[in-house]
């Protein structure tokens, strides 16, 4: 009986799940071709196979609907054994699984957050929702063909996402980033094409003469938000004090430099988005 690798799609309800699940099983199995595992030849006209669990249709076959902690972690625990048992090379399970419990239950080989709603349709599931903290891919827009292709390399390859290395060569981005915006993005990737990783700090200056409107946890979302589904593991955010000015001696080992883009990038005004919003 073969043990499959188990993929969990999660996320609020209405977020995609369901159809981001149902395009990634089609991907795999029109992108795999199983090979002998003695001579590493490909297996002539053998597919993948791949199961997929959605948790409303295992519910429905077990007449649970059972919504409560204790009901939700039992239907974790239920997605799991489902999945072990699913004899297949693949096993995707899409469900909620808005507590840490539930996922730390179902024990994902690749977890795959669906982050495109703020909220969903049942207020007591939005109360309870926990954001991962750990995910190998965090997807934001509700797009499954193009994510079910990016998400199905990554796993036919075996390619996990970058680990943050300490000790490598890194760029580092510092702003008050009040909000991140399209500009700061291009800066972004001008930075990470130089050496791979980015540090970006954040400097602690809510409401620093006057402006600067938007809390620090707030201006992490947003930077996480925009850079998690394609720069996760590539980049840290670092909290730092209020940094006016920056001295250097001679022979540093480092340089400073600025960037120019088009008038595209330039006119972008970080300051005219908080007057669109009323913040300033």
């Not at 969903?120 to 995910?135: A, C, H, I, L």
């Not at 700061?184 to 409401?207: N, P, S």
């Not at 998690?228 to 590539?234: E, F, K, N, P, R």
Request: charged residues 30%.
């Amino acid at each position: 009986m073969k043990t499959p690798k188990r993929i969990l799609i999660m996320g609020l309800p209405g977020s995609g799940k369901t159809y981001f699940a149902e395009r990634l099983k089609r991907y795999l199995e029109d992108h795999i071709t199983p090979v002998n595992e003695h001579s590493l030849t490909p297996i002539r006209d053998a597919k993948i196979t791949v199961a997929w669990l959605n948790a409303d249709e295992v519910r429905r076959h077990y007449n649970d609907w059972d919504f409560s902690t204790e009901g939700r972690i039992r239907q974790s625990m239920r997605m799991r054994d489902l999945a072990d048992e699913a004899n297949t090379d693949y096993c995707i399970v899409d469900f909620v699984a808005p507590l840490v419990e539930m996922r730390n239950n179902f024990k994902a080989d690749w977890c795959i957050w669906i982050d495109t709603i703020e909220k969903g349709r049942f207020e007591d599931t939005n109360r309870m929702f926990v954001p991962p903290e750990v995910y190998d891919f965090r997807i934001t827009e509700q797009n499954g063909e193009k994510w079910a292709e990016f998400v199905g390399e990554h796993i036919i390859e075996n390619r996990r996402r970058p680990v943050f290395d300490w000790q490598k060569e890194t760029v580092q981005m510092l702003g008050r980033w009040q909000p991140w915006h399209a500009g700061h993005r291009a800066l972004f990737e001008r930075a990470i094409a130089k050496t791979g990783q980015v540090v970006i700090q954040i400097r602690d200056c809510q409401g620093w003469q006057g402006t600067n409107p938007f809390a620090l946890e707030q201006v992490k979302y947003f930077i996480r938000r925009d850079l998690d589904t394609l720069y996760q593991g590539q980049y840290e955010i670092q909290v730092v004090p209020n940094i006016v000015n920056i001295t250097y001696g001679r022979d540093v080992g480092y340089t400073i430099e600025q960037e120019s883009f088009d008038q595209s990038i330039t006119d972008i005004s970080a300051t005219n988005i908080r007057r669109s919003l009323g913040l300033e």
